[in-house]
T-cell receptor, first 113, second 114 residues
């Protein structure tokens, strides 16, 4: 069965420092991978996705993610964190052969001023 | 601009009531989804629909039903609300069937069942 794991419930980082939010996946075949962000009392917003091609994917708000097939990871990164990046981040994988998307449990990012 | 709207932001219902949650998208998307979001559990798929009048069960369909009579509208029905259905409910839509599509989410409905 396809699955997504976000091993950290919370990540704390100082403003201006680089940030990483981790995601690993288990899929059969080539994965379609997504990152979404949720601000308080809001729905999820799309950040970026990996479909094929370049392993480094750039997305909204200065975020990027690196697809690593050998480590089955798709970690979200940003070179310099902002306090406004504080939010809940979800990694997701498309369950190929169905219409389903499988979401991780979410990682709360807290950027400290 | 892409838009998914949900009928209520907050809802309080009593145990045993029938509850309707409505979702409307204006993007002419084929696919629509209902999730519930609970702390520590992430998003769990309740039902999805890939066409008008078509529906498929997700991972946690028990206690829920859905209706999609028009392409833009997808309704989630709690037949007899119970306290364990207190949750945040998120609707989403996406276009196409390639698997590469982005999902667009509504703002969510926070449901409290007393």
């Amino acid at each position: 069965a396809q699955s997504v794991a976000q091993p950290e419930d919370q990540v704390n980082v100082a403003e201006g420092n680089p940030l990483t939010v981790k995601c690993t996946y288990s899929v059969s075949g080539n994965p379609y991978l997504f990152w979404y962000v949720q601000y308080p009392n809001r729905g999820l917003q799309f950040l970026l996705k990996y479909i094929t091609g370049d392993n480094l994917v750039k997305g909204s708000y200065g975020f990027e993610a690196e697809f690593n097939k050998s480590q089955t990871s798709f970690h979200l990164k940003k070179p310099s964190a902002l306090v406004s990046d504080s939010a809940l981040y979800f990694c997701a994988v498309r369950d190929r052969g169905t219409y389903k998307y499988i979401f991780g449990t979410g990682t709360r990012l807290k950027v400290l001023a | 601009d892409v838009k998914v709207t949900q009928s209520s932001r907050y809802l309080v219902k009593r145990t045993g009531e029938k509850v309707f949650l409505e979702c409307v998208q204006d993007m002419d998307h084929e696919n629509m989804f209902w999730y519930r979001q609970d702390p520590g559990l992430g998003l769990r798929l309740i039902y999805f629909s890939y066409d008008v009048k078509m529906k498929e069960k997700g991972d946690i369909p028990e206690g829920y039903s859905v209706s999609r009579e028009k392409k833009e509208r997808f309704s989630l029905i709690l037949e007899s609300a119970s306290t364990n259905q207190t949750s945040m409910y998120l609707c989403a839509s996406s276009a196409g069937t390639s698997g590469q599509e982005t999902q667009y989410f509504g703002p969510g409905t926070r449901l409290l069942v007393l």
